[in-house]
C-alpha cells in the first residue's frame, strides 16, 4: 500500500509540503480551497495503481469546498512541482506542472481507512 497523508488546515498543508519527497504525489481539489494530500513513494519511478491515485484524489475532495458535490476535479503533481508562494497568506501555492487531473466522487467510505491519530 501506499501512505496518503492530509493536511487539516493551512498550516498544516504548508507542513506536510515541507516534509513531502519531491517525488511523492500532491493532490488538490481544482479551483478552490481544500486540503493537501500527499501520497508518499518510496522512489522516484515507483509506479501507482490507478485504484490509489482515485482514493487519494476522494480524500482531497472530502475536505475541500466540493465536498457535498457528487464529483470533482483533483489536481495531481509531483511535489517538486508545487512551490509555496512568497507573500501569500500560509497554505497557498503555485503548481509547475500538473501531471493529471482526475474526475471523482467524494466516497465518505475512504474515512473510513484512515489511522487513528
Do not use: C, M
Not at 503533481?77 to 497554505?91: E, F, S, W
Amino acid at each position: 500500500g501506499f501512505l496518503a497523508l492530509r493536511g487539516k488546515n493551512a498550516k498544516a498543508n504548508d507542513q506536510l509540503l515541507r516534509l513531502a519527497s519531491p517525488f511523492d504525489l500532491w493532490f488538490h481539489v481544482a479551483d478552490g480551497p481544500g486540503a493537501h494530500v500527499i501520497l508518499r513513494r518510496d522512489h522516484p519511478g515507483r509506479e501507482v495503481p490507478r485504484q490509489s491515485l482515485v482514493e487519494a484524489a476522494g480524500l482531497a475532495i472530502l475536505a475541500s469546498y466540493a465536498s457535498g458535490a457528487a464529483a470533482a476535479e483533483v489536481l495531481v503533481a509531483r511535489v517538486a512541482d508545487v512551490r509555496r508562494i512568497k507573500g501569500a497568506p500560509i497554505g497557498q501555492v503555485s503548481v509547475g506542472a500538473v501531471l493529471e487531473t482526475i474526475r471523482t466522487n467524494a466516497d465518505s467510505a475512504l474515512e473510513h481507512l484512515r489511522e487513528p491519530a
